[in-house]
Each structure stands twice: as C-alpha cells, then as structure tokens.
C-alpha cells in the first residue's frame, strides 16, 4: 500500500474529516482544499473546510462558500476542531502557518493529521506526511493522491477546475521551473476529466477592478526603485497609498511578478503596510537568486526557494534600509 492508498483508506474509516491550510490563503491552499473536499464527497463521505480567514476576491467565483472561516465564524470552527477524527493539514509545513487561533485548535487535536505540501523543512507534526518540496503546488499532489489511491476515474470537472487553479497560480501560468513534465501529465488528465482550462484563464485574469490598476500603475511608476548593480526591484506601499487607491485583499498580489518581468531583473521584493505590519512578498529567477533564506533569517518568514513571503514590524523607512543593507550579502553584482 503507497502513502496515497493508506490516505484514501483513512478517508473512506473515517466519520468527521476537517480540510485546514495556511493563514492568507492563495490560489493553491483554496484550489487544494476545495479539490480535496470535492474528492471526499465523491467518495461518499463528508468534510467541512476551516481557512484562518478570507480568500483574495478574485477566486471566489470559485464558490468559497463552503469555506468556514476562523475570522468570521470562531465558534463554528472550533466545533469542527472538537468533532474531527481526521485532519487534512494542506499546502503549510508549520503549525504556527495557521495563525495562533486555528494552530491552538489544531494542537488540541487528538485525532489523526495527514499533512500533504510542497514546502521546505516540514514540521514533524502529523500522523501521515507527504512532503514533496520538488513539487510546484499542493493542488499537483491532491491530483496524484487521486490517481495513485486507484480513484483517478472519479475526477470531474468540479474536483479538477479548483485544483488546476491551484497550478495555476502556483506556478506563475505554468512559468516556473518547479512545473515538471509530471505536471503536464496531470494537468492533461484534468483537461480529460472536463475542466474548461481557457475559462479558468479567463476568469482569473480578465477580473481587475479600476482602482486595483490604478494602484499596480502608481506602483510601478512611482513606488518602484531598482538596485541596478543587484538587478533587485523593489517596491514599498505604505497603508495611505493604499487606502488612496482603495485596497482590496489581493490586489497587490501581481506586483513582484510585474516587476521581474523587467529584462534582466533577478529579485522583486514588494512590502505593503497593512494592520500595522509591513507584509513582504519576495520572488526571484533562477537557483542561483533563493530568497526564502533571506526572508527566514531576517523577516521571520519563508517559503520557497523563487517565492517566499515575511513581515517587518518596522517603519517602512527602517525596513527599507535594512533590506538595501541586506541586498549585497544575497545577491551578487550584476555580471559577477
């Protein structure tokens, strides 16, 4: 029996499965968690999502709704918590990923855990892992548990269109260099099993709103500064601008791509103050430019090798010079 038959197995002995991930959730945690709920029905049995808080706007035309949420809805989630004889801990390495609330649930817990991801350093805390760190997203190993559980029939367009949106955008639109001839495999499968790939395309990219370009064009015009000898972009938005441009959860999301789209540009770093915290977004081109260590060992952060995010409880001119004084002990001279 694989790791992904014993998982299936657990599923179907089960009687109250929770579906958890991280705290800030992306296309991948939603994607993920939707898909892996979708499987379970199928399988004839129930779960309950329960995410830290709110997905960005732009994916809830995949119908969120079946999501409970920690900020909104407390108490319903901690039944959920208290009733489970099975957790599914998706797309986070760390309890403490989860924020403090659900990770003091998720602690208490004392049934089974199946951790499934794609981060570095896993956490040694669930009964089952599958921690695949060469993999681009979670959504990719819901599809091979899938597969390799024996239920690959049972995929549909409603179980495949979430988890292709969580490759999708875990991957840059496919751009990244974690996407593997496997991941074409799968996605090839999706495509079978119904999912619509150019509506997904469409939906997820022909949905700004006025105000959200407004503020991508703002930023990259006047809030953008290039470290030229580093080939580093970095942009800082502070809560003022942006409450000017009306900001909504996601809308600075786009920005770090944006800027290492730039020819010859190796490392974007976004920063945005929100709730009195300055949130970093770090994203960077090829094996020699990680950013993940940069983001753990002075924004107590972390994440992938190209794309990792932390935070600073500094102003924003303090961190930017931290993170100017920091630049040169990263990343080489341009041509060097």
Known sequence: MNNYEHIAKEILSANHIVITSHKSPDGDS????????????????????C??????????????????LMTE????????????????????????????????LLEAATCKKIMIDH???????????????EVCSTAQLIVELIEQSGNGEKLDAKIGTPLYVGILTDTGSFRFPSVQARTHELLGKLLAAGVQHHIIHETLNDNNTASRLRLQGYAMSEKMEILDDYQVAIISLTTEELNKYHYQKGDTDSLANLALSIKGM????????RDGIIKISFRSKGKENPVNVLAAEHFSGGGHANASGGMSDLSM????????????????????
Not at 74 to 88: E, M
Not at 266 to 273: L, Y
Not at 322 to 336: D, R, T
């Open 30 to 49: 939603v994607g993920s968690s939707l898909g892996l709920l979708y499987f379970i029905e199928k399988l004839g049995k129930k779960a309950v999502v």
């Open 73 to 104: 809805q407390p108490d319903a989630v901690k039944a959920q918590f208290q009733q489970a004889d099975l957790i599914f801990c998706l797309d986070y390495n760390a309890t403490d990923r989860i924020g403090p609330d659900m990770q003091a």
């Open 317 to 336: 001119p303090q961190t930017l010079d931290k993170i100017k004084s920091l630049v040169p002990q990263y990343f080489s001279v341009s041509g060097k």
């Open 266 to 273: 190796k490392v974007a770093i976004v920063f945005s103050e």
């Open 51 to 68: 995410h830290p808080d709110v997905a960005p706007e732009f994916l809830h035309w995949l119908d969120t709704s079946p999501i409970l």
């Open 119 to 133: 981060h570095l350093n896993p956490q040694d805390f669930a009964a089952i892992t599958v921690s695949e760190t």
